[in-house]
């Protein structure tokens, strides 16, 4: 299938490892040109040039903290400068991490919500008058099975991401007449380094071993197994797409049937 993004330009942040470099990559070899961000840029070079070898396409590595509403904004002019402009922007950012109520306080929150809902609306609110202004554009914003379906011990990412599902249905809405979609991608159980970590945290605090909890983890999916990476970026590349023209406004679960709601 022609999925048309061929010479188009992609921003994907939070792109030097785990879902955003597998998201990367899986645009470049659909042809677009991509520009990368992270905060570490030793790792982030060694990205874009294990994406360009693979590939062919040229990968535009930035450093930045999506955290920064003055990084975001450099960034951007960065990739407007060595690309004119911006055609598909994939909001994507670390998780929040683990924690319950009790043990949170309003600094952790405030943490949450720059991180994974403001660091989308700034992102959002500057690649937007450039999509209006030529008719054609893509949004795919990345959350969590847990804005559907809250995981116990995340409550800041349960929070947060929520929030991110709120703003896309609603920014869908309003860009919709200028051929822009926005659309969100909430992925399950991924075996990314964050997924690792989360199991090794989790251990201690259970006395589990980590491949029990691994185990525990597929039994409650019923396709019984961990999605790779490269399986989300594959719903994200098609969003992407012009074959998905008429997708706006929808959150999209990448989880192996892990989420028990009809919506």
């Known amino acids: 299938m022609d999925l048309g993004l061929d010479k188009k330009t992609a921003l994907v942040t939070a792109a030097s490892k785990g879902l955003g470099k597998a998201i990367a990559t899986e645009l470049a070899r659909e042809g677009c040109r991509v520009a990368i961000c992270?905060?570490?840029?030793?790792e982030l070079k060694r990205t874009a040039d294990n994406i360009s070898t693979m590939t062919g396409s040229e990968v535009l590595p930035i450093k930045a903290d999506v955290t920064s509403?003055?990084?975001?904004?450099?960034?951007?002019?960065?990739?407007?400068?060595?690309?004119?402009?911006?055609?598909?922007l994939i909001c994507n950012a670390g998780g929040p991490p683990l924690g319950t109520f009790d043990k949170l306080?309003?600094?952790?929150?405030?943490?949450?919500?720059?991180?994974?809902l403001m660091s989308t609306i700034n992102l959002c609110r500057l690649a937007l008058p450039g999509m209006k202004s030529r008719k054609w554009g893509r949004i795919i914003n990345l959350t969590s099975i847990s804005a559907k379906q809250p995981l116990d011990n995340l409550m800041l990412s349960n929070?947060?991401?929520a929030g991110v599902l709120g703003f896309s249905k609603t920014l869908a809405n309003e860009v919709a007449?200028?051929?822009?979609?926005?659309?969100?991608?909430?992925?399950?159980?991924?075996?990314?380094?964050?997924l690792k970590n989360f199991a090794k945290e989790l251990s201690k605090k259970s006395k589990v071993s980590v491949g029990q909890i691994y185990a525990s983890w597929q039994r409650s999916i019923p396709a019984n197994?961990?999605?790779?990476?490269?399986?989300v970026a594959f719903a994200v590349a098609f969003l992407a797409s012009e074959r998905a023209a008429y997708i706006t406004g929808s959150a999209i679960q990448v989880d192996g049937g892990f989420i028990k709601s009809l919506f």
């Open 225 to 231: 197994r961990l999605a790779e990476p490269e399986e």
């Open 177 to 194: 007449a200028s051929r822009i979609t926005v659309n969100c991608i909430c992925p399950g159980y991924t075996l990314t380094d964050r």
């Open 69 to 88: 509403k003055k990084q975001i904004e450099s960034m951007v002019q960065s990739v407007e400068k060595a690309f004119s402009h911006i055609d598909i």
């Open 105 to 116: 306080d309003d600094s952790d929150f405030r943490w949450a919500v720059d991180q994974n």
């Open 38 to 42: 992270a905060r570490n840029m030793d």
């Open 159 to 161: 929070t947060a991401r």
